[in-house]
DNA sequence: ATCGACTTTGACACTCAGTATCAAATAAGG
DNA sequence: CCTTATTTGATACTGAGTGTCAAAGTCGAT
Protein backbone atom coordinates (compact mmCIF):
# COMPACT_ATOMS: atom_id res chain seq x y z
CA UNK A 1 0.00 0.00 0.00
CA UNK A 2 1.60 3.10 -0.68
CA UNK A 3 0.51 5.29 2.19
CA UNK A 4 2.03 2.64 4.57
CA UNK A 5 5.34 3.04 2.27
CA UNK A 6 5.24 6.70 2.90
CA UNK A 7 5.08 6.25 6.68
CA UNK A 8 8.16 4.11 6.87
CA UNK A 9 9.90 6.84 4.88
CA UNK A 10 9.23 9.71 7.13
CA UNK A 11 10.07 7.50 10.01
CA UNK A 12 13.04 6.73 8.13
CA UNK A 13 13.40 10.40 7.44
CA UNK A 14 12.95 11.42 11.08
CA UNK A 15 15.59 8.92 12.02
CA UNK A 16 18.28 10.59 9.84
CA UNK A 17 17.63 14.33 10.94
CA UNK A 18 18.19 12.90 13.82
CA UNK A 19 21.44 11.52 13.81
CA UNK A 20 22.55 14.14 11.16
CA UNK A 21 21.60 16.95 14.13
CA UNK A 22 23.66 14.85 16.64
CA UNK A 23 26.21 14.53 15.03
CA UNK A 24 26.14 18.97 13.71
CA UNK A 25 25.85 19.62 17.26
CA UNK A 26 28.86 19.66 18.93
CA UNK A 27 30.54 21.47 16.02
CA UNK A 28 27.75 24.30 16.69
CA UNK A 29 28.94 24.77 20.16
CA UNK A 30 32.38 24.40 19.82
CA UNK A 31 32.94 26.74 16.99
CA UNK A 32 29.82 29.10 17.31
CA UNK A 33 26.23 28.06 15.05
CA UNK A 34 27.59 30.98 12.32
CA UNK A 35 31.37 29.85 11.61
CA UNK A 36 30.33 26.35 10.95
CA UNK A 37 28.80 25.81 7.11
CA UNK A 38 26.76 23.52 5.39
CA UNK A 39 29.98 21.46 3.59
CA UNK A 40 31.39 21.07 7.10
CA UNK A 41 28.06 19.58 8.91
CA UNK A 42 28.09 17.18 5.35
CA UNK A 43 31.80 15.98 5.94
CA UNK A 44 31.24 15.11 9.49
CA UNK A 45 28.19 13.38 8.96
CA UNK A 46 29.23 11.66 5.98
CA UNK A 47 26.61 12.95 3.53
CA UNK A 48 27.11 15.30 0.73
CA UNK A 49 26.31 19.10 0.87
CA UNK A 50 23.30 18.15 -1.27
CA UNK A 51 21.98 15.22 0.55
CA UNK A 52 21.99 17.83 4.30
CA UNK A 53 20.21 20.47 2.94
CA UNK A 54 17.49 17.72 1.83
CA UNK A 55 17.09 17.00 5.05
CA UNK A 56 16.89 20.45 6.51
CA UNK A 57 15.53 23.33 5.06
CA UNK A 58 17.46 25.68 6.64
CA UNK A 59 20.99 25.40 9.38
CA UNK A 60 18.65 27.25 12.33
CA UNK A 61 16.36 23.69 11.69
CA UNK A 62 19.48 21.50 12.52
CA UNK A 63 19.48 22.90 15.86
CA UNK A 64 16.11 23.95 16.33
CA UNK A 65 13.34 20.84 14.47
CA UNK A 66 13.68 19.02 17.89
CA UNK A 67 11.00 21.52 19.18
CA UNK A 68 8.65 20.39 16.66
CA UNK A 69 6.62 18.11 18.79
CA UNK A 70 6.28 20.54 21.35
CA UNK A 71 3.63 22.36 19.97
CA UNK A 72 1.37 19.39 19.51
CA UNK A 73 1.72 18.19 22.40
CA UNK A 74 1.25 21.13 24.51
CA UNK A 75 -2.09 21.68 22.98
CA UNK A 76 -3.20 17.80 23.35
CA UNK A 77 -2.10 18.52 27.20
CA UNK A 78 -4.27 21.24 27.41
CA UNK A 79 -7.39 19.29 25.51
CA UNK A 80 -7.25 17.35 28.05
CA UNK A 81 -7.31 19.12 31.60
CA UNK A 82 -10.46 18.59 33.64
CA UNK A 83 -13.33 21.00 32.81
CA UNK A 84 -13.92 22.46 35.98
CA UNK A 85 -9.61 23.81 35.78
CA UNK A 86 -9.53 27.60 34.97
CA UNK A 87 -7.45 28.49 31.41
CA UNK A 88 -4.45 29.76 33.40
CA UNK A 89 -3.81 26.76 35.42
CA UNK A 90 -4.82 24.68 32.44
CA UNK A 91 -2.01 26.61 30.43
CA UNK A 92 0.09 26.26 33.14
CA UNK A 93 0.44 22.03 32.79
CA UNK A 94 -0.08 22.52 29.41
CA UNK A 95 3.82 23.89 29.45
CA UNK A 96 4.84 20.39 30.93
CA UNK A 97 6.34 18.66 27.43
CA UNK A 98 8.37 21.47 27.03
CA UNK A 99 9.94 20.87 30.72
CA UNK A 100 9.89 17.69 30.19
CA UNK A 101 11.85 17.71 26.89
CA UNK A 102 14.50 19.88 28.55
CA UNK A 103 15.08 18.24 31.86
CA UNK A 104 15.08 14.24 30.15
CA UNK A 105 19.28 15.55 29.67
CA UNK A 106 19.65 18.29 31.65
CA UNK A 107 23.34 18.97 30.88
CA UNK A 108 22.13 18.82 27.08
CA UNK A 109 19.14 21.03 27.58
CA UNK A 110 21.28 23.92 29.10
CA UNK A 111 23.90 23.60 25.82
CA UNK A 112 20.71 23.47 23.29
CA UNK A 113 19.21 26.91 25.24
CA UNK A 114 22.74 28.19 25.43
CA UNK A 115 23.36 28.10 21.64
CA UNK A 116 20.23 29.31 21.25
CA UNK A 117 21.07 32.36 23.49
CA UNK A 118 24.04 33.16 22.10
CA UNK A 119 22.99 33.56 18.63
CA UNK A 120 20.32 35.90 17.47
CA UNK A 121 19.32 33.88 13.98
CA UNK A 122 18.43 31.00 16.21
CA UNK A 123 16.51 32.91 19.06
CA UNK A 124 14.11 34.53 16.41
CA UNK A 125 13.52 31.28 14.58
CA UNK A 126 12.59 29.17 18.16
CA UNK A 127 10.34 32.27 18.82
CA UNK A 128 8.89 31.97 14.94
CA UNK A 129 7.92 28.59 16.52
CA UNK A 130 6.58 29.60 19.56
CA UNK A 131 4.46 31.91 17.92
CA UNK A 132 2.97 29.16 15.83
CA UNK A 133 1.85 27.10 18.75
CA UNK A 134 0.10 29.90 20.09
CA UNK A 135 -3.45 30.04 17.98
CA UNK A 136 -3.47 26.18 18.53
CA UNK A 137 -3.28 26.50 21.96
CA UNK A 138 -6.07 29.41 22.17
CA UNK A 139 -7.68 27.60 20.06
CA UNK A 140 -7.72 24.53 22.14
CA UNK A 141 -8.07 26.88 25.18
CA UNK A 142 -11.91 27.62 22.80
CA UNK A 143 -12.52 23.78 22.24
CA UNK A 144 -11.90 22.75 26.01
CA UNK A 145 -14.67 20.71 27.66
CA UNK A 146 -16.19 23.39 29.76
CA UNK A 147 -14.99 26.89 28.15
CA UNK A 148 -17.39 29.04 27.82
CA UNK A 149 -18.11 30.93 24.44
CA UNK A 150 -16.53 34.53 24.10
CA UNK A 151 -14.47 36.72 22.14
CA UNK A 152 -11.11 35.28 20.96
CA UNK A 153 -8.53 38.01 21.79
CA UNK A 154 -8.23 37.03 25.71
CA UNK A 155 -7.59 34.13 24.61
CA UNK A 156 -4.68 34.72 22.35
CA UNK A 157 -3.69 36.57 24.86
CA UNK A 158 -3.30 34.55 27.65
CA UNK A 159 -1.98 31.49 25.62
CA UNK A 160 0.90 33.80 24.28
CA UNK A 161 1.34 35.38 27.26
CA UNK A 162 1.94 31.44 28.88
CA UNK A 163 4.72 30.75 26.39
CA UNK A 164 6.12 34.11 26.90
CA UNK A 165 6.36 32.57 30.69
CA UNK A 166 7.86 29.82 29.73
CA UNK A 167 10.43 32.10 27.67
CA UNK A 168 11.17 33.88 30.54
CA UNK A 169 11.98 30.85 32.68
CA UNK A 170 13.70 29.24 30.30
CA UNK A 171 16.14 31.94 29.93
CA UNK A 172 16.34 32.57 33.62
CA UNK A 173 17.08 28.50 33.83
CA UNK A 174 19.44 28.28 31.47
CA UNK A 175 21.38 31.63 33.01
CA UNK A 176 21.58 30.23 36.49
CA UNK A 177 23.37 27.09 35.07
CA UNK A 178 20.36 24.56 35.77
CA UNK A 179 20.78 24.47 39.37
CA UNK A 180 16.91 25.91 39.65
CA UNK A 181 14.16 23.90 39.63
CA UNK A 182 12.63 24.63 36.05
CA UNK A 183 8.67 23.49 37.57
CA UNK A 184 9.35 26.23 40.29
CA UNK A 185 10.41 28.90 37.82
CA UNK A 186 7.31 28.41 36.02
CA UNK A 187 5.51 28.39 38.57
CA UNK A 188 6.87 31.82 40.10
CA UNK A 189 6.33 33.34 36.34
CA UNK A 190 2.65 32.10 35.97
CA UNK A 191 1.84 33.77 39.95
CA UNK A 192 2.96 37.13 38.73
CA UNK A 193 -0.40 37.16 37.19
CA UNK A 194 -2.63 35.68 40.46
CA UNK A 195 -1.22 37.82 42.82
CA UNK B 1 34.05 69.30 18.84
CA UNK B 2 33.61 66.16 17.77
CA UNK B 3 31.14 64.66 19.17
CA UNK B 4 28.85 67.64 17.72
CA UNK B 5 30.04 66.38 14.16
CA UNK B 6 29.21 63.16 15.19
CA UNK B 7 25.53 63.64 16.36
CA UNK B 8 25.04 65.78 12.96
CA UNK B 9 26.69 63.14 10.75
CA UNK B 10 24.15 60.56 12.69
CA UNK B 11 20.99 62.52 12.17
CA UNK B 12 22.04 62.91 8.56
CA UNK B 13 22.52 59.24 8.34
CA UNK B 14 19.13 58.73 9.80
CA UNK B 15 17.30 60.94 7.34
CA UNK B 16 18.75 58.70 4.80
CA UNK B 17 17.84 55.94 5.75
CA UNK B 18 14.23 57.08 6.57
CA UNK B 19 14.22 58.11 2.80
CA UNK B 20 15.45 55.11 1.45
CA UNK B 21 13.06 52.97 3.58
CA UNK B 22 10.20 55.09 1.86
CA UNK B 23 11.47 54.41 -1.79
CA UNK B 24 12.07 51.01 -0.83
CA UNK B 25 8.48 50.29 0.73
CA UNK B 26 6.37 50.30 -1.96
CA UNK B 27 8.62 47.44 -4.15
CA UNK B 28 7.82 45.27 -1.23
CA UNK B 29 4.07 45.41 -0.85
CA UNK B 30 3.69 45.37 -4.35
CA UNK B 31 6.05 42.12 -5.67
CA UNK B 32 6.74 40.71 -1.94
CA UNK B 33 10.00 41.25 0.21
CA UNK B 34 11.72 38.05 -1.13
CA UNK B 35 11.35 38.92 -4.68
CA UNK B 36 13.14 41.73 -4.30
CA UNK B 37 16.61 42.13 -4.40
CA UNK B 38 19.12 44.49 -2.99
CA UNK B 39 20.01 45.86 -6.59
CA UNK B 40 16.41 46.77 -7.23
CA UNK B 41 16.49 48.52 -4.26
CA UNK B 42 19.72 50.61 -5.25
CA UNK B 43 18.40 51.22 -8.72
CA UNK B 44 14.92 52.91 -7.35
CA UNK B 45 16.86 54.74 -4.75
CA UNK B 46 19.72 56.00 -7.26
CA UNK B 47 22.49 54.45 -5.25
CA UNK B 48 24.88 51.73 -5.67
CA UNK B 49 24.13 48.72 -3.79
CA UNK B 50 27.03 48.94 -1.76
CA UNK B 51 25.23 52.31 -0.28
CA UNK B 52 22.68 50.85 0.23
CA UNK B 53 23.77 47.91 2.20
CA UNK B 54 25.72 50.17 4.55
CA UNK B 55 22.72 51.88 5.76
CA UNK B 56 21.07 48.45 6.39
CA UNK B 57 22.82 45.49 8.13
CA UNK B 58 19.66 43.51 6.45
CA UNK B 59 16.90 43.32 4.30
CA UNK B 60 14.48 42.90 7.00
CA UNK B 61 15.91 45.76 8.88
CA UNK B 62 14.75 48.30 5.47
CA UNK B 63 11.29 47.60 6.60
CA UNK B 64 11.37 47.03 10.77
CA UNK B 65 13.92 50.18 11.81
CA UNK B 66 10.97 52.15 12.29
CA UNK B 67 9.82 50.29 15.08
CA UNK B 68 13.69 51.06 16.88
CA UNK B 69 12.44 53.58 18.78
CA UNK B 70 8.93 52.39 20.58
CA UNK B 71 11.42 50.13 23.09
CA UNK B 72 12.86 53.34 24.74
CA UNK B 73 10.01 54.88 23.93
CA UNK B 74 8.00 52.69 25.95
CA UNK B 75 10.11 52.00 28.56
CA UNK B 76 10.32 55.95 29.03
CA UNK B 77 6.62 56.33 29.46
CA UNK B 78 6.41 53.53 32.07
CA UNK B 79 8.65 55.21 34.20
CA UNK B 80 6.87 57.74 34.22
CA UNK B 81 3.73 56.70 35.35
CA UNK B 82 2.31 56.74 38.77
CA UNK B 83 3.62 55.52 41.78
CA UNK B 84 0.02 54.18 43.37
CA UNK B 85 -0.78 52.79 40.02
CA UNK B 86 -0.19 48.85 39.58
CA UNK B 87 2.15 47.10 37.18
CA UNK B 88 -0.21 45.61 34.98
CA UNK B 89 -2.23 48.96 34.31
CA UNK B 90 1.63 50.84 34.01
CA UNK B 91 2.15 48.29 30.95
CA UNK B 92 -0.49 49.25 29.04
CA UNK B 93 -0.29 52.78 29.42
CA UNK B 94 3.12 51.83 28.08
CA UNK B 95 2.16 50.13 25.58
CA UNK B 96 0.68 53.53 24.13
CA UNK B 97 3.82 54.76 21.82
CA UNK B 98 3.14 51.34 19.63
CA UNK B 99 0.08 52.62 18.83
CA UNK B 100 0.55 56.05 18.31
CA UNK B 101 3.31 55.30 15.56
CA UNK B 102 0.19 52.56 13.50
CA UNK B 103 -2.37 55.07 14.24
CA UNK B 104 -0.03 58.36 12.90
CA UNK B 105 -1.00 57.05 9.21
CA UNK B 106 -3.65 54.20 9.93
CA UNK B 107 -3.30 52.57 6.09
CA UNK B 108 0.47 52.84 5.84
CA UNK B 109 0.14 51.08 9.37
CA UNK B 110 -2.19 48.23 7.78
CA UNK B 111 0.46 47.85 4.92
CA UNK B 112 3.33 47.62 7.02
CA UNK B 113 1.48 44.70 9.27
CA UNK B 114 0.02 43.15 6.34
CA UNK B 115 3.87 42.87 4.47
CA UNK B 116 5.21 41.72 8.27
CA UNK B 117 2.47 39.31 8.68
CA UNK B 118 2.76 37.76 5.46
CA UNK B 119 6.52 37.48 5.18
CA UNK B 120 8.02 34.82 8.01
CA UNK B 121 11.71 36.58 7.90
CA UNK B 122 9.60 39.83 8.92
CA UNK B 123 8.00 38.30 11.80
CA UNK B 124 10.63 36.77 13.21
CA UNK B 125 12.71 39.74 13.37
CA UNK B 126 9.83 41.65 14.79
CA UNK B 127 9.79 39.37 17.46
CA UNK B 128 13.06 39.61 18.28
CA UNK B 129 13.28 43.36 18.50
CA UNK B 130 10.16 42.92 21.06
CA UNK B 131 12.03 40.34 22.71
CA UNK B 132 14.80 42.91 23.03
CA UNK B 133 12.38 45.43 24.81
CA UNK B 134 11.26 42.75 27.58
CA UNK B 135 14.31 43.29 29.60
CA UNK B 136 14.22 46.87 30.02
CA UNK B 137 10.56 47.02 30.25
CA UNK B 138 11.15 44.84 33.27
CA UNK B 139 13.71 46.75 34.67
CA UNK B 140 11.76 49.97 34.55
CA UNK B 141 9.00 48.06 36.31
CA UNK B 142 11.77 47.27 39.35
CA UNK B 143 13.05 51.15 38.85
CA UNK B 144 9.86 52.94 39.13
CA UNK B 145 8.76 54.57 41.62
CA UNK B 146 6.86 52.38 44.50
CA UNK B 147 8.56 49.75 43.30
CA UNK B 148 8.18 46.84 45.82
CA UNK B 149 11.63 45.00 45.52
CA UNK B 150 11.64 41.10 44.97
CA UNK B 151 12.65 38.43 42.26
CA UNK B 152 13.23 39.54 38.34
CA UNK B 153 11.10 36.51 36.73
CA UNK B 154 7.58 38.19 37.61
CA UNK B 155 8.50 41.27 36.36
CA UNK B 156 10.16 40.00 33.05
CA UNK B 157 6.81 37.72 32.66
CA UNK B 158 4.51 40.47 32.76
CA UNK B 159 6.34 42.37 30.73
CA UNK B 160 6.85 39.60 28.15
CA UNK B 161 3.04 39.22 28.74
CA UNK B 162 2.35 42.80 27.66
CA UNK B 163 4.19 42.56 24.61
CA UNK B 164 2.28 39.65 23.41
CA UNK B 165 -1.00 41.50 23.96
CA UNK B 166 -0.22 44.17 21.79
CA UNK B 167 1.39 41.73 19.00
CA UNK B 168 -1.58 39.62 19.09
CA UNK B 169 -3.98 43.00 19.22
CA UNK B 170 -1.86 44.33 16.45
CA UNK B 171 -2.90 40.93 14.51
CA UNK B 172 -6.41 40.82 15.06
CA UNK B 173 -6.14 44.76 14.18
CA UNK B 174 -4.68 43.67 10.86
CA UNK B 175 -6.65 40.70 10.15
CA UNK B 176 -9.95 42.80 10.29
CA UNK B 177 -9.06 45.58 8.08
CA UNK B 178 -8.22 48.15 10.83
CA UNK B 179 -11.77 49.15 11.59
CA UNK B 180 -11.97 48.43 14.93
CA UNK B 181 -10.54 50.44 18.15
CA UNK B 182 -6.87 49.25 18.56
CA UNK B 183 -6.90 51.07 22.28
CA UNK B 184 -10.08 48.21 22.89
CA UNK B 185 -8.67 45.14 21.33
CA UNK B 186 -5.64 45.57 23.60
CA UNK B 187 -8.10 46.29 26.53
CA UNK B 188 -9.86 43.70 25.33
CA UNK B 189 -6.15 41.62 25.89
CA UNK B 190 -4.79 43.29 28.80
CA UNK B 191 -8.57 42.66 31.03
CA UNK B 192 -8.06 38.81 30.24
CA UNK B 193 -6.03 38.78 33.19
CA UNK B 194 -7.43 41.12 35.43
CA UNK B 195 -11.32 38.87 34.98
C1' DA C 1 40.31 80.13 -2.77
C1' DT C 2 43.22 76.38 -1.34
C1' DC C 3 45.00 72.97 1.44
C1' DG C 4 44.65 68.88 4.27
C1' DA C 5 42.14 65.64 7.16
C1' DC C 6 38.14 62.97 7.30
C1' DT C 7 33.95 60.71 5.48
C1' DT C 8 31.14 58.81 2.03
C1' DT C 9 30.57 56.44 -2.03
C1' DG C 10 30.74 52.91 -5.53
C1' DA C 11 33.20 49.14 -7.74
C1' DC C 12 34.89 44.74 -7.18
C1' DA C 13 35.80 40.34 -5.26
C1' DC C 14 34.57 36.94 -2.04
C1' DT C 15 32.04 33.45 1.14
C1' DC C 16 28.20 31.04 2.04
C1' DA C 17 23.01 29.90 2.32
C1' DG C 18 19.54 28.11 -0.24
C1' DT C 19 17.33 26.43 -4.81
C1' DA C 20 17.15 23.70 -8.97
C1' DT C 21 18.49 20.11 -12.16
C1' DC C 22 20.15 15.77 -13.66
C1' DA C 23 22.39 11.44 -13.98
C1' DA C 24 24.09 7.57 -11.30
C1' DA C 25 23.33 4.56 -7.41
C1' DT C 26 20.22 2.06 -4.66
C1' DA C 27 16.31 -0.10 -2.79
C1' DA C 28 11.71 -2.31 -3.23
C1' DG C 29 8.22 -5.07 -5.63
C1' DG C 30 6.80 -8.39 -8.81
C1' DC D 1 16.20 -10.88 -12.38
C1' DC D 2 14.14 -6.97 -14.02
C1' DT D 3 11.37 -2.81 -13.58
C1' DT D 4 10.19 1.21 -11.13
C1' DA D 5 10.51 4.65 -7.66
C1' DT D 6 13.49 6.92 -4.46
C1' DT D 7 17.81 8.70 -2.73
C1' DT D 8 22.05 10.52 -3.45
C1' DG D 9 25.72 13.50 -4.99
C1' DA D 10 27.63 16.54 -8.48
C1' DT D 11 27.08 20.87 -10.61
C1' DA D 12 25.51 25.29 -11.46
C1' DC D 13 23.06 29.33 -10.12
C1' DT D 14 20.94 33.46 -7.47
C1' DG D 15 21.25 36.58 -3.93
C1' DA D 16 22.55 38.13 0.96
C1' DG D 17 26.05 39.94 3.48
C1' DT D 18 31.27 41.18 4.28
C1' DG D 19 35.60 43.38 3.22
C1' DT D 20 38.75 46.21 0.67
C1' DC D 21 40.21 50.01 -1.96
C1' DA D 22 40.57 54.03 -4.66
C1' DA D 23 37.92 58.07 -6.18
C1' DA D 24 34.82 61.72 -4.89
C1' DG D 25 32.95 64.71 -1.73
C1' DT D 26 32.79 67.49 2.87
C1' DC D 27 34.39 70.75 6.08
C1' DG D 28 37.29 73.47 8.90
C1' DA D 29 41.38 76.33 8.99
C1' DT D 30 44.47 79.33 7.08
Redesign the pocket.
Known amino acids: MSTS ?1 AKT ?1 DIG ?1 GA ?1 REELARTAFPLFCDRGFDE ?4 ELAAVS ?6 F ?2 YF ?4 EVVLFSFDPLGPQMTEVLLGRPAHEKDWPALRHALAPATAFLNRDPSEGLALLGLIGRTPALCARLREKQAGWRPDLARALAERPGARPGPDLPRQALAGAALECLTVSLEHWASTGGDTDMDELIDDAFSAFTD
Chains 1, 2 share one sequence.
Do not use: D
Not at 36 to 39: A, G, H, K, L
Not at 57 to 60: A, D, F, V
Open positions: RRRVVTFEGVSRSTLRGSKE
